[in-house]
T-cell receptor, first 114, second 108 residues
Framework: DGGITQSPKYLFRKEGQNVTLSCEQN?????MYWYRQDPGQGLRLIYY???????QKGDIAEGYSVSREKKESFPLTVTSAQKNPTAFYLC?????????????FGAGSRLTVL | GQNIDQPTEMTATEGAIVQINCTYQ??????LFWYQQHAGEAPTFLSY????GLEEKGRFSSFLSRSKGYSYLLLKELQMKDSASYLC?????????FGGGTRLMVKP
């Protein structure tokens, strides 16, 4: 079955460490996204990519980095520069060509900074 | 700018009908989406409106008024499993902007 796989599901990090969250999709979607969700809040866009080897900053990109070397993969690195990284991180993808983008989400990765 | 507002929490009784409202302001508009998210899980797509009016899909319906920047999600014959957060999002270009979500609690 097609879908999006995020790993790890739970991750603990010490202050000052970089961590990388994995996101893989086999839906043949061109566009991929990373969102952050804090308790009781909506989804905020971190980065998005509409095509391989290209990505754009979202609303809260500071302290994060991404790469898009393959169509299927869009890993997110949470760097030590991110001041408050504890959150639920959601990866999503969509068919690039449609103006109305139904997003398919992964199951999420919950990051906790100790 | 782009703003999108919805109530934080709602409570309803099993078997009843509930309406979750969403208002938005945007400089561009490609459609209004509703997603359902159970606690700790990924959001799943419920409905999409790009033209004014009501879209019905089983127990769920969604309404849009573009001139008023207003949408609602209507849930009929509520079931306990409908307890979840409901996220309103508007599309512009290739992007979606999400509201804060409405946490719906269904009581017996």
């Amino acid at each position: 079955d097609g879908g999006i796989t995020q790993s790890p599901k739970y991750l603990f990090r010490k202050e000052g460490q970089n961590v990388t969250l994995s996101c893989e999709q086999n839906l043949n979607h061109d566009a991929m996204y990373w969102y952050r969700q804090d308790p009781g809040q909506g989804l905020r866009l971190i980065y998005y990519s509409q095509i391989v080897n290209d990505f754009q900053k979202g609303d809260i990109a500071e302290g994060y980095s991404v790469s898009r070397e393959k169509k299927e993969s869009f890993p997110l690195t949470v760097t030590s520069a991110q001041k408050n990284p504890t959150a639920f991180y959601l990866c999503a993808s969509s068919i690039r060509e449609t103006g109305a983008n139904v997003l398919t989400f992964g199951a999420g990765s919950r990051l906790t900074v100790l | 700018g782009q703003n999108i507002d919805q109530p934080t929490e709602m409570t309803a009784t099993e078997g009843a009908i509930v309406q979750i409202n969403c208002t938005y302001q945007t400089s561009g508009f490609n459609g209004l989406f509703w997603y359902q998210q159970h606690a700790g899980e990924a959001p799943t797509f419920l409905s999409y409106n790009v033209l004014d009016g009501l879209e019905e899909k089983g127990r769920f319906s969604s309404f849009l008024s573009r001139s008023k920047g207003y949408s609602y999600l209507l849930l009929k014959e509520l079931q306990m499993k409908d307890s979840a957060s409901y996220l309103c999002a508007h599309g512009a270009g290739n992007m979606l902007t999400f509201g804060g979500g409405t946490r719906l609690m269904v009581k017996p």
